[in-house]
T-cell receptor, first 113, second 115 residues
């Protein structure tokens, strides 16, 4: 079946540091890949997505590249801010049939001033 | 109101109680979902409804009973729960099951504590 594995958190960084959150997946076929973010006290929001191999999703300074050869979709940001503190979820969906999302366990990011 | 709204935000119940969680979406979507969020575990998909018809039920115990009276409302009825059912229950909606964009819109969740 489909599954998503994320690095365990929390990840603690100083403001303006470089961020990488690793995500690898197992899926049949060619899924679409997503990063969702959950700010404190809020629901999950879509951050970025990529629908085919070598696509790069980007939003709010965050980027992730769909790497089929390594089955990865690592999230990166060049300079984090305190306001980026949140829980980040990697997810995938099939591109055929029913497409409910399969999520990873989430990685908490704490950015200190 | 806009987006996806869940009530109550917090619920404490005993194992013999019966309660319900409510979800309402104002986005004109026709698919709705219940997810369970437990600490350090992947979000677990519980139920999926499309056009008020249940299309997915991921081996969820019968003490959880969903209801979707129309495309804007989704309920999760709870009875004789166990302490391990304590979690954040998230409702989500999407434009359709087959939307290739795959974007779900989530509510803020209902934090359930079972004593």
């Amino acid at each position: 079946g489909n599954s998503v594995t994320q690095m365990e958190g929390p990840v603690t960084l100083s403001e303006e540091a470089f961020l990488t959150i690793n995500c690898t997946y197992t899926a049949t076929g060619y899924p679409s890949l997503f990063w969702y973010v959950q700010y404190p006290g809020e629901g999950l929001q879509l951050l970025l997505k990529a629908t085919k191999a070598d696509d790069k999703g980007s939003n709010k300074g965050f980027e992730a590249t769909y790497r089929k050869e390594t089955t990865s979709f690592h999230l990166e940001k060049g300079s984090v801010q305190v306001s980026d503190s949140a829980v980040y979820f990697c997810a995938l969906t099939r591109n055929t049939g029913r497409r409910a999302l399969t999520f990873g366990s989430g990685t908490r990011l704490q950015v200190q001033p | 109101e806009t987006g996806v709204t869940q009530t109550p935000r917090h619920l404490v119940m005993g194992m013999t109680n019966k309660k319900s969680l409510k979800c309402e979406q104002h986005l004109g979507h026709n698919a709705m979902y219940w997810y369970k969020q437990s600490a350090k575990k992947p979000l677990e998909l519980m139920f999926v409804y499309s056009l008020e018809e249940r299309v997915e039920n991921n081996s969820v115990p019968s003490r959880f009973s969903p209801e979707c009276p129309n495309s804007s409302h989704l309920f999760l009825h709870l009875h004789t729960l166990q302490p391990e059912d304590s979690a954040l229950y998230l409702c989500a909606s999407s434009l359709g099951l087959a939307a290739t964009g795959g974007e779900l819109f989530f509510g803020e969740g209902s934090r359930l504590t079972v004593l």
